[in-house]
């Protein structure tokens, strides 16, 4: 088992930066693929970014490639999604999530265990 815990969530202006963090609790967190997904008032949970455990490989979404930055360090049992150039599309609660086995997934349905998730508002 994990747990999960969002934090660094605020108000921004379009166009800012802000980076969220996802401190992670429980046994062998290190082999646990992570991602990140984001859900706006009224619409479908999406995805945002992956990363694996065991290669560092990465993937994101068309709307945040470029922008968007996935990063972890096991050592410290974080996860960290480095925001820039926001756009107030973004607006949205992100979520930090994680999944036992190997590989990169994009469904919210692939994943094991959730964060609180934590509000970014972007102000145009």
């Known amino acids: 088992q994990v747990q999960l815990v969002e934090a660094g969530g605020g108000l921004v202006q379009a166009g800012g930066s802000l980076r969220l963090s996802c401190a992670a609790s429980?046994?062998?967190?290190?082999?646990?693929?992570m991602g990140w997904f984001r859900q706006a008032a009224g619409k479908e949970r999406e995805f945002v970014a992956a990363?694996?455990?065991?290669?560092?490989?990465?993937l994101y979404a068309d709307s945040v490639k470029g922008r968007f930055t996935i990063s972890r360090d096991n050592a410290k049992n974080m996860v960290y999604l480095q925001m820039k150039s926001l756009k107030p599309e973004d607006t949205a609660v992100y979520y930090c999530?994680?999944?036992?086995?190997?590989?990169?997934?994009?469904?919210?349905?692939?994943?094991?265990?959730w964060g609180q998730g934590t509000q970014v508002t972007v102000s145009s």
């Open positions: 999530a994680a999944r036992e086995g190997a590989g990169l997934y994009f469904a919210a349905g692939e994943y094991d265990y």
């Open positions: 429980g046994r062998t967190f290190s082999r646990y693929n």
């Open positions: 990363i694996t455990w065991n290669t560092g490989r990465t």
